[in-house]
Nanobody, 131 residues
Framework: QVQLVESGGGLVQAGGSLRLSCAAS????????MGWFRQAPGKERTFVAS??????????ADSVKGRFIISKDNDNTKNTVYLQMNSMKLEDTAVYYC??????????????????????WGQGTQVTVSS
């Protein structure tokens, strides 16, 4: 059974840093693209960052560019993806979700910033930035 489990969320002051982790289990995810999305109260879930399984190319939303970095374990057997969040702002407060595309041609062909590209989702981890 495929499972994505996020960790590392919490309360941080504006300007501070947090590192989120996403542990994927149930199979090997070496071909999947992995993504992070976030959802603030009363708002839609939006794209934050993604990393390709093959090649490792990354994509980051303009709103977090230069502050957030997505990475993954070089050892593909560990199936863990990270989101390093620096210089955090009040508007970064949200529930952060990890997602995996799966390996279907259709999903892998979708733009990485589109929720439809992802077949598997974690339960989310709360990140709160205080002033």
């Amino acid at each position: 059974q495929v499972q994505l489990v996020e960790s590392g969320g919490g309360l941080v002051q504006a300007g501070g840093s947090l590192r989120l982790s996403c542990a994927a289990s149930g199979r090997t995810f070496s071909r999947d693209a992995m993504g992070w999305f976030r959802q603030a109260p009363g708002k839609e879930r939006t794209f934050v960052a993604s990393i390709n399984g093959i090649g490792g190319a990354t994509n980051v939303a303009d709103s977090v560019k230069g502050r957030f970095i997505i990475s993954k374990d070089n050892d593909n057997t560990k199936n863990t993806v990270y989101l390093q969040m620096n210089s955090m702002k009040l508007e970064d407060t949200a529930v952060y979700y990890c997602a995996a595309t799966g390996t279907s041609t259709w999903r892998l062909g979708r733009p990485r910033d589109n929720k439809d590209a992802y077949d598997y989702w974690g339960q989310g981890t709360q990140v709160t930035v205080s002033s």
